[in-house]
Structures are given as structure tokens and as C-alpha cells.
């Protein structure tokens, strides 16, 4: 059972829930999420099992894309609806102020986690300082924005916006609740995050992302085969070589490979990724070539 599940995580549940009722669903203990959602976001979670959590560290570095309700007027200490207001302003916004915002947060910039997150500091996480009344301090880290697109309005009866929905795709380690409590201080007005929903992460995509009731389901009627995609499917990009019979030991123990220890004959440029397989066409490793040392180097083995 080594591959990667699409889950769609509902509302409600933290990502690391997400995982624990997957392990007792499929009686797998190895797992791991590959980027978490606030409880109460919803969308893709994209779940690495057996071998396949190996991947996890190169699946978390894919761009997302998410639709975003921004409530205007409004702060919180959790930048969401979820925490406890701190200010309330009457917004007299307007669709042409809301498109300067996303212009102005298009790119990359600067952005201050939030204090509620899982960022550790000091071998703490941020969300356990703010339980105890705490703020600290926190530097910036570059994040990009690719698109910032508003997709819809909500207005009062003097025409002014109350709500926006927005896609964003963004690089890892963007938090969407900092980009809209980001985008209120531009406008003036303060702004927090109504609803999350993640239609896109790397190669996953809402539309083909089962619920966990889904999955308990293919279990039930032996589908799972279905569900589960194959580790090799998203190493693709990687061309395939295989090793010579005679050298699969060193395949197997991790080992360097030289040219000649593969059926292929290949010309390779340093840094080059390949999907190393062994006589009998199983996914051994994922290798990258040096050129200083005219080898491949074991950089993911999905060896037991």
C-alpha cells in the first residue's frame, strides 16, 4: 500500500485528523499530509502512504491555489472568523480599491506569519504562545503570490463591498489568512478571513479529491487500487533507466551507480533526476547525477 491518496479534508477537521482516521481506514501506519489546512479551510490534502512519505519534503514544494472569502471591516486575534474580534470599522470600499489590493499583493513580498500557526520558535509552536496570551515577534519570510484574482462581490446597499472571493496561487509557506489581514491594512479598513477553500496543490486538484468516506468506501468494495495513486506517477518528469542484473546489490543498498551499471545508454548533465528501476520493474529509487563524480546519487529510495 505505497502511493499518494487526493483526500478532500471537510470542515472540521485538522489535517493531522485527516491522516489518524486515514491510518485506521487503511490500517497503514506510515502516512503524512503534504501541507496543512486550518480546520475549518476545506479542499485538497494530498495524503503520502508506505513508501510514498518519502515524497512528502518534494510534493510540499508545489504551488497552491485556493478561493478565499476576505470580510472586510473586520480583525482577529486568528485572522479568521474563528478567533476573537479585535476591531470592527465601518468599510467604505470599492471593487476599483479591492483590484489595487490584489495588484499591490501580486508577486513576491514580505509577510509575517501568524501568531496562530504551527511555525515552531524556540522549539515551540506559535499557536501554543498565543493560547498563553503571548506575541512574540516574528520576521518576515519571502513568499510569492502568482495570481490574486477577485472572482466576486459582495456589496451593503450604498454599494460598497462587504465581501470579496478571491483566487490566489501561491508559493509554499503562504499563509492566505496573513495575505488578507495584509491586504485590509492596505485598504485602511482591516480585513480577516471568512472561509478557505483549496481547489489546487502541486499535480491535485479539488474535482478528483475524495472525502474519507469515499475511501472507507472503496476499502469496503475493494477499490483501493482506485484510490491510491502510484509513486511513480509523480516522478514522471524523471526519465526511467534500469540497473544490469549484476548490480542490483548496489541498487538495493543505496549505493552509487556508475553508467555501466545500467541497461540504458545515457548522457547525463549534472543534476539530472532519474527513476531508477530493477530487473523486474520495480521503482527503486529516485537518483540524481554528479558530474564531478560521473555517478547517480541515491537522492529518495522507496526501498521497505
Known sequence: MDGIINIYKEAGYTSFDVVAKLRGILKERRMGHTGTLDPQATGVLPVCVGKATKLCELLLDKEKAYEAVMLLGVTTDTEDMTGTILTETDARITEEQIRSATMKFTGEYGQVPPMYSALKVDGKRLYELAREGKEIERKPRTVEI????????????????????????????????????????????????????????????????????QVEQARDEGRLSEVILPIDSFLMKYPAVTVEPEFEKYLYNGNQLSMDMLTEQILPADGDGFRVYDTNGKLIGLYLYCLTKKQLQPEKMFLP
Do not use: H, W
Open 146 to 213: 502568482f495570481e490574486n484574482e477577485p472572482l466576486s462581490f459582495e456589496k451593503d446597499e450604498e454599494g460598497f463591498v462587504k465581501t470579496v472571493t478571491l483566487r490566489v496561487r501561491c508559493s509554499k509557506g503562504t499563509y492566505i489568512r496573513s495575505l488578507l489581514r495584509d491586504m485590509g491594512e492596505f485598504l485602511g479598513c482591516g480585513a480577516c478571513m471568512k472561509s478557505l477553500v483549496r481547489t489546487q496543490a502541486g499535480a491535485f486538484f479539488a474535482d478528483t479529491a475524495l472525502t474519507l468516506d
